[in-house]
T-cell receptor, first 111, second 114 residues
Framework: TQLLEQSPQFLSIQEGENLTVYCNSSSVFSSLQWYRQEPGEGPVLLVTVVTGGEVKKLKRLTFQFGDARKDSSLHITAAQPGDTGLYLCAGARSGNTPLVFGKGTRLSVIA | EAGVTQSPTHLIKTRGQQVTLRCSPISGHTSVYWYQQALGLGLQFLLWYDEGEERNRGNFPPRFSGRQFPNYSSELNVNALELEDSALYLC?????????????FGPGTRLLVL
C-alpha cells in the first residue's frame, strides 16, 4: 500500500502553461516536503510545510498543505523547460520515523 | 557548507559479489538515511542511523546492512548481489530534533549488477 499517492504520474506541457501536482494520503503527517530530482542525481529539497492550511511560495511555485495535514499540492505558474524533472512529495509521521515518499510526478516542459 | 557526499558515483558488479557504499553527511547532522531508487519503484527506505545506532530498517533482506561511524559518516553493505539490486542508492542526512525532519540528499551511487 502506497501511503502517499501522487498524481498525475506523468505530465507533458508547453512552456508558459500552468500545472498542479497532487500528493494525497489517508494518513496525517507532521510535515510534508517537496523535492525535485533530475536524472542521475539526488532529490533536491524545494520546501517543507508543517502547518495545516499553510501556503508557501517559491518564485513561480506555490505549495499548499491541506488543513487536515493529509494532502498537499504543488502549483507551477508559467512553466519553463528548467522546471522539467521528477517531483517527489515526502511525509513525516513523527520526528523519529523515516519519511514516506510518493512515487513522484515526472514533468516535462517543452519549449 | 558542503552537502551530503557519496562514493563511488558509479559501480558495476556481478551477481554474488559484495559492495560497500559510503556517505558523508552535512556537518552537524547526526542522522543518516539510505534509500534505494530502482526504476519505476520510487524511493524505498532502507536504513536509518542516528548517533551510531540503527534506528529503523525498511523491508529489505538481511544482506543489506550498514553502520554509522563516530564522525556520523555511514556505509551501506550489500552482500550476495542480485540483478534486481541494480538501482540508484541515495543517502540523506538530517538533524534529529523531533518534528520537521528535513532530509538533504546526496547525489547517489548508481549500482549496476550484471
Amino acid at each position: 500500500t502506497q501511503l502517499l499517492e501522487q498524481s498525475p504520474q506523468f505530465l507533458s506541457i508547453q512552456e508558459g502553461e500552468n500545472l498542479t501536482v497532487y500528493c494525497n494520503s489517508s494518513s496525517v503527517f507532521s510535515s510534508l516536503q517537496w523535492y525535485r530530482q533530475e536524472p542521475g542525481e539526488g532529490p533536491v529539497l524545494l520546501v517543507t510545510v508543517v502547518t495545516g492550511g499553510e501556503v508557501k511560495k517559491l518564485k513561480r511555485l506555490t505549495f499548499q498543505f491541506g488543513d487536515a495535514r493529509k494532502d498537499s499540492s504543488l502549483h507551477i505558474t508559467a512553466a519553463q523547460p528548467g522546471d522539467t524533472g521528477l517531483y517527489l512529495c515526502a511525509g513525516a509521521r513523527s520526528g523519529n520515523t523515516p519519511l514516506v515518499f510518493g512515487k513522484g510526478t515526472r514533468l516535462s516542459v517543452i519549449a | 557548507e558542503a552537502g551530503v557526499t557519496q562514493s563511488p558515483t558509479h559501480l558495476i558488479k556481478t551477481r554474488g559479489q559484495q559492495v560497500t557504499l559510503r556517505c558523508s553527511p552535512i556537518s552537524g547532522h547526526t542522522s543518516v538515511y539510505w534509500y534505494q531508487q530502482a526504476l519505476g519503484l520510487g524511493l524505498q527506505f532502507l536504513l536509518w542511523y542516528d548517533e551510531g545506532e540503527e534506528r529503523n530498517r525498511g523491508n529489505f533482506p538481511p544482506r543489506f546492512s550498514g553502520r554509522q561511524f563516530p564522525n556520523y559518516s555511514s556505509e551501506l553493505n550489500v552482500n550476495a548481489l542480485e540483478l534486481e539490486d541494480s538501482a540508484l542508492y541515495l543517502c540523506a542526512s538530517s538533524y534529529n530534533r523531533g518534528i520537521q525532519e528535513t532530509q538533504y540528499f546526496g547525489p547517489g551511487t548508481r549500482l549496476l549488477v550484471l
